[in-house]
């Protein structure tokens, strides 16, 4: 039996009472739908995420120094006075490290133009900026000179720009930090809110060695930021790294941490496994709901077509032919419902998409499996109806009334 | 006669076990048929004709005896086997046509040919399926779905199907059953004319009259065969249907 035939005669089935197929098909269509819209907007956000993390830094590690405890007080990453400047020399040799910045942050009332504010002022290396992969919109960004003599030099965000400097051009004025003036020689691009909803623009950065000693009087530094050559090395950086500070520090306990973006990442893409196991198991749930309907509906079918079924007997056909029909027609329905199901939950996310302004990805893998997992719920659904079909007895079916 | 028989059958009986009674339906059978006979089975309801009719269409197994169709052992096959020889060999035409509905009388009469082991051309198919209606005279309602042709017309097409796929038998349950009387001799005009041809034609009627168009009768009483006799006088559908014209052409002048 020829399947162009078959098609021909499932569609002729299908046909003849749209509105009951066009209704056995509504299951797979909203449990497609559902599963192929929410699919797309997870699929957006994660991936807007993972844009965001991204944005932090490639191949970035950060070394963080071990938590302060005092009594019974204890500090939080970075409180303790573990790293210095030194270690951070020392990882800038590793062979797999490309940049490394030590990092000193500080929350300070800064004035200028007789305004002030409250911000995060950082201590940092000239490689800060592409460490964290920001740009300098304006100006330039202070260099090792400026490390080495202490420069009273400040790069400084957006944020701080607008409130400080209002409709004004900041380059070249004068910014106290503690009373100490420095001269603000660069604006940093804005990069806007981070995935934590801090505003990355609210900063200033001087050189760290400034920091160090003009505005704090510290011998130690927060964190440092490294940069690894490349994704590929990113662990093996790491690593070194640990080794390097352990045998540094020649402590029994590790007084630091080690993070990568890698981690980071590790963490977005396991929430988003989760949901996408929460989906699998709603995609599941409701194609079982829509392969009984198909299964009940060609049980239906089959009854109703007793005689046509005795009469295609009678004239040749073998069970198999029979059975193949059936099958045929229960999987036309629901590759059919699942196509439209797709198409439906497409159009959704980018109505989304367009009104909410909320990214959307449909991956193309989704669009495959469920297609495909449709198509198999046809073949199981339809498997019953067309076996007890193939199975009717030609006499019988023939005076079927 | 010298040639083989088409349909052989050697004391073939048929049992059903339905519930507490068994019911012997057929009580050994003897009957061959020959290429190019006409034969009406005839008797009264529960005479055991549509269970031979069935045995002999190889839709049921006799519960024994032996049958030859064509020289094929039919009683041993399985149901797949039967299913071929009801294709290839086999030309069924029903009381109630049993034509699919919402489907044209051309794809009607294609249908035999989807089942059929060999595989036709699409168009080879089309042509054959064209050549079969125009032999019963329909080839210009190829187009037509079965609710737009009268009982006559619908029992064409059935009979085009039977004869699509060439069988060496064409199996009529009562062809007429559901026609009035001047398309039932149309009809029977369609197989003399098929039987001239020498198409073997094997005919279950409980009607006399119908039984005259055909040239062999065999009359069927509790499972037995009673009466097996040629047909003296043959009616010949042609005369009958010019005497029914002229007969109704007079009654309209009259009026």
């Known amino acids: 039996m020829r399947i162009f035939a078959s098609l021909k005669i499932a569609g002729r089935a299908l046909r003849r009472n749209k509105m009951r197929s066009l209704l056995t098909m509504l299951g797979i269509i909203i449990g497609v739908g559902a599963v192929i819209g929410s699919v797309s907007l997870t699929t957006g956000a994660t991936k807007q995420v993972e844009d965001q993390v991204a944005s932090l830094g490639e191949n970035v590690i950060t070394v963080f120094s071990g938590n302060f405890t005092s009594g019974a007080m204890r500090g939080g990453w970075g409180s303790a006075p573990t790293l210095t400047v030194e270690d951070a020399r020392a990882i800038a040799q590793l062979p797999h490290v490309l940049a490394v910045s030590p990092e000193v942050r500080d929350r300070a009332q800064i004035l200028a133009n007789g305004l002030n504010w409250n911000t995060q002022v950082m201590g940092e290396s000239p490689d800060y900026p592409q460490i964290v992969n920001r740009s300098i919109a304006s100006g330039s960004m202070f260099s090792d000179q400026d490390v080495r003599s202490l420069a009273k030099s400040a790069i400084i965000g957006k944020t701080v720009v607008d409130q400080l400097f209002p409709g004004e051009n900041p380059l070249g004025q004068t910014l106290r930090i503690r009373n100490i003036p420095f001269q603000i020689v660069g604006v940093l691009a804005p990069k806007g809110f981070n995935l934590f909803g801090q505003d990355q623009d609210d900063i200033v950065v001087v050189p760290y060695t400034s920091h160090m000693h003009r505005i704090t009087t510290r011998t130690f530094v927060n964190s440092i930021l490294v940069e690894a050559s490349s994704d590929k090395t990113i662990n093996q950086a790491q690593d070194e790294i640990t080794d390097l500070l352990t045998t540094r520090h020649r402590s029994k306990e590790p007084d630091f941490t080690v993070r990568n973006q890698a981690d980071l990442m590790d963490r977005v893409s396991a929430s988003s496994r989760a949901m996408g196991f929460l989906l699998a198991g709603v995609a599941a749930v409701s194609l079982v709901v829509g392969g009984i309907g198909i299964m009940n509906i060609m049980l239906v079918s089959v009854t109703e077509r007793t005689r046509e079924i005795g009469i295609r007997m009678a004239v040749g056909a073998r069970g198999a032919d029979i059975l193949v029909q059936f099958l045929i027609e229960a999987v036309t329905l629901s590759a059919i419902g699942g196509s439209i199901g797709i198409a439906g939950g497409m159009i959704f996310s980018w109505l989304i998409a367009f009104f909410k302004d909320w990214p959307t990805v449909t991956p193309s893998v989704w669009i495959v499996i469920a297609f495909i997992s449709s198509t198999i719920v046809g073949v199981i659904s339809g498997f019953y109806p067309a076996w007890k079909a193939s199975k009717l007895d030609p006499i019988d079916a023939l005076h079927y009334e | ?255």
């Open chain 2, 1 to 255: 006669m010298q040639t083989k028989p088409v349909i052989k059958l050697d004391v073939i009986h048929k049992v059903y076990h339905t519930g507490e009674v068994d019911v012997h339906a057929v009580r050994g059978v003897t009957l061959e048929i020959f290429p190019g006979e006409f034969v009406a089975l005839m008797g009264a309801s529960g005479s055991g004709k549509s269970t031979l009719m069935n045995m002999i269409g190889a839709l049921d197994r006799p519960s024994s005896g032996n049958y030859l169709l064509d020289g094929i052992d039919v009683s041993t096959l399985d149901r797949d086997a039967l299913a071929d020889v009801r294709n290839e060999k086999i030309g069924f035409v029903f009381q109630g046509f049993n034509l699919l509905s919402r489907t044209s009388a051309l794809e009607n009469v294609e249908m035999p040919m989807l089942y059929k082991r060999q595989r036709i051309q699409a168009h080879a198919q089309l042509e054959r399926a064209m050549h079969a209606l125009e032999l019963v005279g329909l080839g210009e309602r190829a187009d037509h779905h079965p609710n737009q042709l009268s009982g006559g017309q619908q029992q064409r097409v059935a009979i085009a199907r039977a004869l699509v796929n060439q069988p060496s038998l064409l199996l009529a349950d009562e062809p007429t059953g559901n026609l009035d009387s001047q398309t039932s001799i149309e009809i029977m005009g369609v197989f003399q004319k098929l039987n001239d041809q020498g198409i073997t034609i094997v005919m279950v009627t409980h009607e006399l009259d119908i039984a005259r168009y055909t040239r062999r009768n065999v009359i069927l009483r509790d499972g037995n065969i009673v009466s097996d006799t040629m047909v003296a006088n043959r009616l010949n559908a042609e005369n009958e249907l010019q005497q029914l014209r002229t007969a109704q052409q007079a009654v309209k002048l009259a009026s």
